[in-house]
């Protein structure tokens, strides 16, 4: 096999899976003329959710009886950020 060949065939697959695959990030938001996928909104919605929720946590004492906390509030994290994904963006 040519030596061009083996460089290029890998490229051409990672290309056409990126392509597939990039297809999944649909709805769009536009943010500030800025494009971004929704998933990238509700992800971040999702953390600044969590980074909130801390205070409340400590105001109340649960924060004490959490354990290991970055397990605790990556999740969190993510459990916030797909509620706010299917209240938003959800087409179903």
């Given at each position: ?21 990039a297809a999944g ?68």
């Amino acid at each position: 096999m040519n030596r061009n060949v083996r460089w290029i065939l890998p490229r051409a697959g990672a290309a056409a899976s990126a392509t597939f695959t990039a297809a999944g990030c649909d709805p769009i938001v536009n943010i500030a003329g800025a494009n971004f996928p929704s998933w990238l909104v509700a992800a971040i919605a999702g953390a600044v959710l969590a980074a909130l929720l801390r205070p409340v946590f400590v105001a109340i004492g649960l924060e004490r009886y959490l354990w290991p906390l970055p397990a605790v509030y990556a999740s969190l994290a993510v459990l916030l950020g797909c509620v706010f994904w299917m209240i938003f963006f959800n087409r179903v």
